[in-house]
């Protein structure tokens, strides 16, 4: 009698459950904003004529931002206060988009994507460690966490369905200029239906560990991405070792502070490592891929930016109806093989997309993306709930920073490894013979490159859009194989027992 008693009073009002709305909504737009500028690359490339290296950095230095300071974000959350620092990061996400949308070049875009990254990093830890003070019921928390995974795993999906509707009708800096009226909504909706949470600790930021995150993560993607683009020189092992050096100095530094960053005794439980891990290499590939398949769709296919949006939706569709199921799974399974099996689904359904790139038919594209989409959908609501389960209430941010740095360096990993992957695969397959120098040097730099220069008869054209296709199947072999290798990884690491009924 009792344990009903208590479960009742933990259970959320209807005001709470309105309140995940707005969480929702505001972790969609991130997750959106991540993906969205996939289509709009080919209209960028026109207009502020990036080089492919540029044009990477305008993809993923807003995920690098974002990985980079969520960790300090998610302590600054848990002392401040988390709707406070929301509906600040909020305000400032919205003034960065208005400066992206306007970007005059490439250089300025990249600034001002930074810019968003920034401000998204103080709404990402913000929003799960909101919903993790707000739903203390376990079965209430598991949906909760499914809605908001949902919004985050369907809104990287969806970017390419809005990016297309708004590229169909308008310029590419529509893609950033609809921010705006979203964030409006979260600043209204956000004041008027959330509560203030703050965990426990009162001890100021160190400053230092701040900066030994961000130099731990960036220098680490410089490498890769200068390694890919431009070769070896010296610049990447230097780089590599700043990275490596920086994250060897914030782990020892965490274990000396009272109260640290990052507390590493969390990593101590197999549920929140391995869920960490999981969800890591599951958006790794997921997004990864999903940047560089918008170009394939118009590029390669010949689809509209709209059209292109509409053929990805299986994967969004799938992705949000993992809502339905995640708690099934949960009780009947265990965390653990079911996330494991979900990836291991990702990863057969990434397969699948591989060897359907090269058919003529979309059917086969189609059933592969939903495989995909439900698969990571699964595997990231239940790796997300793992994590907020595993961490201490009072540490709820902190927790939630580390969930969302695996996430958002993640992402950031995947299109910039896979999308160097893709450009030299790109590169090995294209055949120059007979292309003037003129055109040479922009039908090597990318195929977005190639069309602009080049007439739509070109048979230079028809050859690199083979080369682009050919490319894009074997990374997406590769991103089979990391699916795989993250399900085999949640299978042994995380553990199985079944949730209560």
């Known amino acids: 009698m009792s344990d009903l008693r208590e479960r009742s009073e933990t259970r959320a009002t209807r005001k709470e459950w309105a309140s995940l709305g707005v969480l929702t909504l505001a972790v969609m737009l991130l997750s959106i904003d991540g993906t ?9 490339s026109a207009d502020l004529a990036p080089t492919s290296t540029q044009v990477l950095w305008i993809g993923d230095i807003y995920s690098f931002a974002l990985a980079g300071l969520l960790i300090t974000m998610g302590s600054v959350a ?30 300025v875009l990249i600034a001002a994507r930074a810019l968003l990254g920034v401000a998204g990093s103080t709404l990402m830890p913000s ?57 409006a909504l979260i600043l209204v909706g956000g004041s008027l239906l959330l509560e203030e949470s703050k965990g426990q600790g009162r001890a100021p930021i160190d400053l230092l560990s701040a900066a030994l995150s961000v130099s731990a993560i960036v220098p680490v993607v410089y490498a890769v ?44 439980v197999p549920a929140f490592t391995g869920a960490i891990l999981a969800n890591s290499l599951g958006v790794f590939a997921f997004i990864g891929l999903l940047f560089f398949f918008s170009q394939y769709l118009q590029l390669v296919r010949g689809l509209s930016p709209l059209e292109a949006g509409i053929h990805q939706l299986p994967s969004t569709v799938a992705s949000v109806a993992a809502v339905a199921v995640v708690g099934l799974l949960a009780r009947k399974l265990g965390r653990g093989r079911a996330i494991g099996g979900a990836l291991l689904l990702a990863g057969a359904g990434m397969a699948a997309l591989a060897v359907t790139e090269g058919f003529s038919s979309y059917v086969g594209i189609a059933l592969s993306l939903v495989a995909l989409g439900l698969g990571v ?10 994590v907020v389960a595993a961490a201490p209430r009072e540490r709820a941010g902190a927790a939630s920073a580390i969930s969302e740095t695996g996430y958002e360096l993640g992402t950031a990993l995947g299109i910039a490894i896979l999308g160097s992957l893709q450009t030299a695969f790109y ?21 977005a490159r190639a069309t602009d220069v080049l007439p739509s008869t070109s048979e230079v054209l028809a050859r690199a859009q083979e080369a682009f296709a050919a490319g894009m199947q074997l990374t997406s072999a590769c991103a089979a194989v990391l699916l795989v290798v993250g399900g085999i990884v949640a299978l042994r690491v995380i553990p199985s027992e079944k949730e209560a009924a």
């Open 36 to 44: 969205v500028l996939a289509l709009a690359v080919p209209s960028i």
């Open 78 to 107: 848990d002392r401040v206060g988390r709707k406070r620092l929301l509906l600040i990061g909020a305000t400032c996400f919205g003034v960065a988009s208005v400066l992206a949308a306007f970007a005059p070049t490439p250089e």
């Open 127 to 183: 929003t799960l460690s909101l919903v993790r003070a707000t739903f203390r019921d376990p079965r209430q928390r598991t949906t909760a966490i499914a809605v908001w995974a949902a919004g985050a795993s369907g809104g990287a999906a969806a970017g390419p369905l809005v990016g297309g509707a708004l590229l169909e009708n308008f310029w590419w800096g529509s893609v950033f200029l609809i921010n705006v009226p979203v964030i």
């Open 225 to 268: 991405k200068h390694l890919a683009g431009h070769g070896l020189d010296w610049s990447v092992p230097a780089a590599a070792a700043l990275g490596v050096v920086s994250g060897v100095a914030f782990v020892r530094r965490q274990r000396r502070l009272r109260t640290p960053l990052i507390d590493l005794e969390l990593f101590r």
């Open 377 to 386: 959908g699964i595997s990231m609501t239940l790796s997300t709930d793992a």
């Open 427 to 447: 590169r090995a397959q294209l055949d120059l013979g007979g292309v003037p120098a003129s055109d040479a040097d922009a039908v090597r730099d990318s195929l």
